[in-house]
């Protein structure tokens, strides 16, 4: 049973480029917020600055300040403090993008998302991602399969989203991402990780 309270829980939650998706990093905010813990977004580059047919970039960062009550991380100044300052217990990428896991799969950390990450598994600390890309059966399976492969590195529990008109696609359950949260606090990984819908 998950724990009602998360007082004095410090989360990180990293967002990047699955703009269709940034509505369920809200959601998951917002229920971490109301059970107390103190949650950080850190923001990607394309996050901060681009404006889509889902959101426009301005509404997201003024979303985001309100939920957590705090200042945005969006450049790589202010990332790479995470591991030195110990500022999170976890860090929660979501939605993890396709270009951001092959990234961290090959240690490259080139945006804000990825230097907060980079920093904060310095501390052998967990590190949550929320897989959202349209190849993550395709060329990123590679790449998935070997940050599965990590140490502190755990997965929101996934399936595919559309297998007929997507059939590379993988998305994490929503619903899941919680208890996997608090699972890789007690560094496990919440199983089965490959579901359905």
Partial sequence: MTPTDLSGLKVGIALTGSFCNLHMAFSVIEELSDRGASVQAILSY???RMD??????SDVKEILRALTGKNLIKELTE???VGPRDMFDVLLIL???GNTV???AN???DTPVLMATKSHLRNKKPVVIALSTNDGLGNNGAN???LMNMENVFFVPFAQDDCINKEMSLVFKQDQVIDTLLAALDKKQLQPVV???
């Avoid at 889509?52 to 970039?57: D, E, I, L, V």
Wanted: net charge positive; no cysteine; charged share 20%.
């Fill in 95 to 97: 939605p993890a993008t």
């Fill in 107 to 109: 240690a490259i950390s």
């Fill in 46 to 48: 394309n996050v901060d």
């Fill in 79 to 81: 990332a790479e403090p």
């Fill in 144 to 146: 998935i399969g070997r």
């Fill in 102 to 104: 092959a990234k961290l």
């Fill in 195 to 197: 579901t359905t819908w």
């Fill in 52 to 57: 889509t047919r889902f959101h426009r970039a």
